[in-house]
């Protein structure tokens, strides 16, 4: 099968490589569309567990084949894959929060993914969705899950500063108009802001945080300045949510970690999501996820070079997506 391949750090291509092998328990889904995250740039930057390896973890398919332990009306079906693998034998799996798994796998960084024609998935895995939705909507399932848990962590009758705009903070947005939540954005680029405008978002602009004043703030960046912002943005009792992933240390100056203190602001770590329930969640609502807007460019397999140089150093995108078929 065709496959985009990482053979070391800014070294990928498509090539020819076995397809899976599906185990007792699996489907073999054929991937119709696969998301391409912050963090594979990170990886193909940076560097990787190993390598070789296929990276890609926001996928959605059809089960062509099953093993012969599972029922074969399976095949043909529409998919999502929860990419995390756990143990299912540690305490956090015993309790079900399989995300914070003590010896998970993971597919796209600690073994192969999405970048390809073919993958083999656990069954339990696999959420299946209605085949009124396309494959690229269905494709924004992972990152919309991790949305709808960040969201979760707080009150429903507040109000909430957004600080990041990458596609998981504005799929937080969504969600929370859903709830009918007042959003407001924090924002340094004018073309962002009024992408997200044109979604129906308030934006903020970074030089007007300190006259605003939140209940809570979603960092979504994973940055000193914007956990900065969220700590000078949120009111005394209120609540920070880190979502955002640090491209490294995190060092908050004495004044204001003693605001974190004096105010008694809460902050609360996310990682990933809470599978099934969220999932469940996206998976009926997907209608409510303007794909076409949000996923801004599209590649082949055979793009892949193209499409990390240009993802990289674009000036506007919000996601970048690989298609098959």
Same mark, same amino acid.
């Given at each position: 099968?065709? @496959?985009?391949?990482?053979?070391?750090?800014?070294?990928?291509?498509?090539?020819?490589?076995?397809?899976?092998?599906? !185990?007792?328990?699996?489907?073999?889904? =054929?991937? !119709? @569309?696969?998301?391409?995250?912050?963090?594979?740039?990170?990886?193909?930057? !940076?560097?990787?567990?190993?390598?070789?390896?296929?990276?890609?973890?926001?996928?959605?398919?059809?089960?062509?084949?099953? @093993?012969?332990?599972?029922?074969?009306?399976?095949?043909?079906?529409?998919?999502?894959? #929860?990419?995390?693998?756990?143990?299912?034998?540690?305490?956090?799996? =015993?309790?079900?929060?399989?995300?914070?798994?003590?010896?998970?796998?993971?597919?796209?960084?600690?073994?192969?993914?999405?970048?390809?024609?073919?993958?083999?998935?656990?069954?339990?895995?696999?959420?299946?969705?209605?085949?009124?939705?396309?494959?690229?909507?269905?494709?924004?399932?992972?990152?919309?899950?991790?949305?709808?848990?960040?969201?979760?962590?707080?009150?429903?009758?507040?109000?909430?500063?957004?600080?990041?705009?990458?596609?998981?903070?504005?799929?937080?947005?969504? +969600?929370?108009?859903?709830?009918?939540?007042?959003?407001? *954005?924090?924002?340094?680029?004018?073309?962002?802001?009024?992408?997200?405008?044109?979604?129906?978002?308030?934006?903020? #602009?970074?030089?007007?945080?300190?006259? =605003?004043?939140?209940?809570?703030?979603?960092?979504?960046?994973?940055?000193?300045?914007?956990?900065?912002?969220?700590?000078?943005?949120?009111?005394? !009792?209120?609540?920070?949510?880190?979502?955002?992933?640090?491209?490294?240390?995190?060092?908050?100056?004495?004044?204001?970690?003693?605001?974190?203190?004096?105010?008694?602001?809460?902050?609360?770590?996310? +990682?990933?999501?809470?599978?099934?329930?969220? +999932?469940? *969640?996206?998976?009926?609502?997907?209608?409510?996820?303007?794909?076409?807007?949000?996923?801004?460019?599209?590649?082949?397999?055979?793009?892949? =070079?193209?499409?990390?140089? *240009?993802?990289?150093?674009?000036?506007?995108?919000?996601?970048?997506?690989?298609?098959?078929?």
């Amino acid at each position: 099968m065709k @496959a985009c391949v990482l053979q070391g750090i800014e070294k990928i291509e498509q090539t020819k490589v076995a397809r899976p092998n599906v !185990k007792v328990g699996e489907a073999l889904v =054929q991937i !119709k @569309a696969c998301g391409i995250c912050s963090s594979d740039l990170d990886r193909f930057h !940076k560097g990787a567990y190993h390598y070789p390896l296929i990276l890609g973890h926001e996928i959605s398919g059809e089960i062509v084949a099953v @093993a012969e332990d599972l029922d074969k009306n399976l095949i043909g079906k529409r998919v999502v894959v #929860f990419p995390l693998l756990p143990c299912k034998k540690c305490q956090n799996c =015993q309790s079900r929060n399989y995300a914070q798994c003590e010896n998970y796998n993971y597919f796209g960084s600690r073994r192969d993914g999405g970048f390809a024609e073919f993958l083999s998935v656990p069954l339990w895995n696999l959420k299946i969705f209605e085949d009124k939705f396309d494959f690229l909507n269905a494709s924004l399932c992972e990152p919309a899950a991790v949305a709808k848990h960040a969201l979760s962590k707080l009150r429903a009758d507040k109000r909430i500063c957004i600080v990041g705009s990458g596609v998981i903070g504005i799929l937080i947005g969504i +969600w929370a108009k859903l709830e009918n939540l007042r959003i407001s *954005f924090l924002i340094r680029n004018a073309t962002k802001a009024k992408f997200l405008e044109s979604l129906g978002f308030e934006v903020i #602009f970074n030089e007007k945080i300190a006259t =605003q004043k939140f209940d809570s703030c979603i960092e979504c960046v994973g940055s000193e300045e914007s956990l900065q912002s969220c700590i000078e943005a949120t009111k005394s !009792k209120g609540k920070i949510i880190l979502v955002g992933n640090p491209k490294g240390a995190i060092n908050l100056p004495q004044k204001v970690y003693w605001k974190i203190l004096r105010e008694e602001l809460q902050i609360i770590g996310v +990682w990933n999501s809470d599978y099934p329930k969220d +999932w469940d *969640f996206v998976l009926k609502n997907l209608d409510k996820i303007p794909a076409k807007s949000l996923i801004t460019h599209t590649f082949k397999l055979q793009e892949c =070079q193209e499409a990390f140089k *240009f993802l990289s150093n674009a000036n506007f995108h919000i996601k970048g997506t690989f298609v098959n078929g």
